[in-house]
């Protein structure tokens, strides 16, 4: 499956941003999770769905600010960026995996990643 992320941007501390992830397969066959990279850091886990049941997981730093979802009508996920911090600057990427781990948080976990985009929060 090939996945293109999309709808990051500039945005002022206290914004919002949506990003979506599409999908060029079927999407309800995987997990999908989003991570980031912040510059001079490692990749780090931000929130992941659940194939089918919806089950969520996020990361403690955005626990109650994002908030991940999926249209598998639409082969789409989204996440939901709210009272965005100058600490979530980062290139974020969607990621599918087929693991049963897949809520592990570990990027190892995930087969599939698309390209990042930019996200700038600015203070």
């Known amino acids: 499956v090939q996945l293109q992320a999309s709808g990051g941007g500039l945005v002022q501390a206290g914004g919002s941003l949506r990003l979506a992830c599409a999908a060029s397969?079927?999407?309800?066959?995987?997990?999908m999770g989003w991570f980031r990279q912040a510059p001079g850091k490692e990749r780090e886990f931000v929130a992941t769905i659940h194939r089918s049941d919806g089950s969520t997981y996020y990361a403690d730093s955005v626990k109650g600010r994002f908030t991940i979802s999926r249209t598998n009508a639409k082969n789409t996920v989204y996440l939901q960026m709210s009272s965005l911090k100058p600490e979530d600057t980062a290139v974020y990427y969607c990621?599918?995996?087929?693991?049963?781990?897949?809520?592990?948080?570990?990027?190892?976990?995930?087969?599939?990643w698309g390209q990042g985009t930019l996200v700038t929060v600015s203070s």
């Open positions: 397969g079927r999407v309800s066959n995987y997990h």
């Open positions: 990621a599918a995996s087929s693991s049963v781990a897949y809520a592990s948080g570990s990027d190892s976990m995930y087969k599939f």
